[in-house]
T-cell receptor, first 111, second 116 residues
Framework: KNEVEQSPQNLTAQEGEFITINCSYS?????LHWLQQHPGGGIVSLFM???GKKKHGRLIATINIQEKHSSLHITASHPRDSAVYIC?????????????FGTGTLLAVQP | EPEVTQTPSHQVTQMGQEVILRCVPI?????FYWYRQILGQKVEFLVS????????KSEIFDDQFSVERPDGSNFTLKIRSTKLEDSAMYFC??????????????FGPGTRLTVL
């Protein structure tokens, strides 16, 4: 069983739609990263959060520590938002804070 | 804005050859990481490094792998004798465990390693 699960795996939306990507984790964490990966492979950190909610532009991330669940929302989606979105749990169980990655959600926003 | 850089962007090598992947972390960061992503799969943790020694390593990080911080700015991953299954994208990351970016890991653009 994966320690970090994401849903959906694939998502197609029309431009302007509100998008939600979900992440559930089973490990103890100190924080959760949301990351974006474009074709060609580079990874960009969008958010790191350990409680509550963060907002950056049209992106909103929330986390519920008790339920071990986080969501990434994109408002007014645009074709340039098309990418793979990955949640990664920052695991405090070891000597350092390694990231445990989900499998990613492939988002395609159509004009 | 400070960023993590990696070289080369693409490395092609023959099976059995040694490769060295290079990373320059963000200058005031103290914690360094290597991750890899096999095509079509999720990103996996390889190793973390702090204070000139390995802090933690995964099962993937066997005796064929080594890491080094040779000169205070570079952070390298060496694969001694590459195998076909080492073909992947390798990401370096660094983090600073204090201040505004506490614990947040910043990623380099990756090196795509192809083993023939």
């Amino acid at each position: 069983k994966n320690e970090v699960e994401q849903s959906p795996q694939n998502l197609t939306a029309q431009e302007g739609e509100f998008i939600t990507i979900n992440c559930s984790y089973s490990v103890g964490i100190s924080a959760l990263h949301w990351l974006q990966q474009h074709p060609g492979g580079g990874i960009v950190s969008l958010f790191m959060l350990s409680s509550g909610k963060k907002k950056h532009g049209r992106l909103i991330a929330t986390i519920n520590i008790q339920e071990k669940h986080s969501s990434l929302h994109i408002t007014a989606s645009h074709p340039r938002d098309s990418a793979v979105y990955i949640c990664a749990a920052l695991n405090y169980g070891g000597a350092t804070n390694k990231l445990i990655f989900g499998t990613g959600t492939l988002l395609a926003v159509q004009p | 804005e400070p960023e993590v850089t990696q070289t080369p962007s693409h490395q092609v090598t023959q099976m059995g050859q040694e490769v060295i992947l290079r990373c320059v972390p963000i200058s005031n960061h103290l914690y360094f990481y290597w991750y890899r992503q096999i095509l079509g799969q999720k990103v996996e943790f390889l190793v973390s490094f702090y204070n000139n020694e390995i802090s933690e390593k995964s099962e993937i990080f066997d005796d064929q792998f080594s890491v080094e911080r040779p000169d205070g700015s570079n952070f390298t991953l060496k694969i001694r004798s590459t195998k076909l299954e080492d073909s992947a994208m390798y990401f370096c990351a660094s983090s600073d465990h204090q201040g505004v970016s506490y614990n947040e890991q910043f990623f380099g653009p990756g090196t795509r390693l192809t083993v023939l």
